[in-house]
């Protein structure tokens, strides 16, 4: 069992950034894929980043690449995600996410974040 709590999020307007965290719980958190993923008001939850276990490898959605990091520290159970260049698009409920395989479908994770709220202004 993975207990993930959420950190982060608020109002910015375009064009600021934001850090957003998650802390897992357990000892196994190194054999996780940790992934983001953010659900705007009538829309479907949607793949933001993802992160593997072990090397780091990180692969993106196409609209965050180059604005977005996702980062983890093994040592502390934590991802996190800086977010720049923020867009009024990128208003959304964002969630992190753990699989022990997971790509980039919700489905494919088992534990998830309380969620947190981020809000760009125009």
């Known amino acids: 069992q993975v207990q993930l709590v959420q950190s982060g999020g608020g109002l910015v307007q375009a064009g600021g950034s934001l850090r957003l965290s998650c802390v897992a719980s357990?000892?196994?958190?190194?054999?996780?894929?940790m992934a983001w993923f953010r659900q705007a008001p009538g829309k479907e939850r949607e793949f933001v980043a993802r992160?593997?276990?072990?090397?780091?490898?990180?692969y993106y959605l196409d609209f965050v690449k180059g604005r977005f990091t996702m980062s983890r520290d093994n040592a502390k159970n934590t991802v996190s995600l800086q977010m720049n260049s923020l867009k009024p698009e990128d208003t959304a409920a964002y969630y992190c996410?753990?699989?022990?395989?997971?790509?980039?479908?919700?489905?494919?994770?088992?534990?998830w974040g309380q969620g947190t709220q981020v809000t760009v202004s125009s």
């Open positions: 992160i593997n276990c072990c090397g780091g490898s990180t």
């Open positions: 996410a753990a699989s022990k395989d997971g790509g980039s479908i919700y489905g494919e994770y088992d534990y």
């Open positions: 357990g000892r196994t958190f190194n054999s996780y894929v």
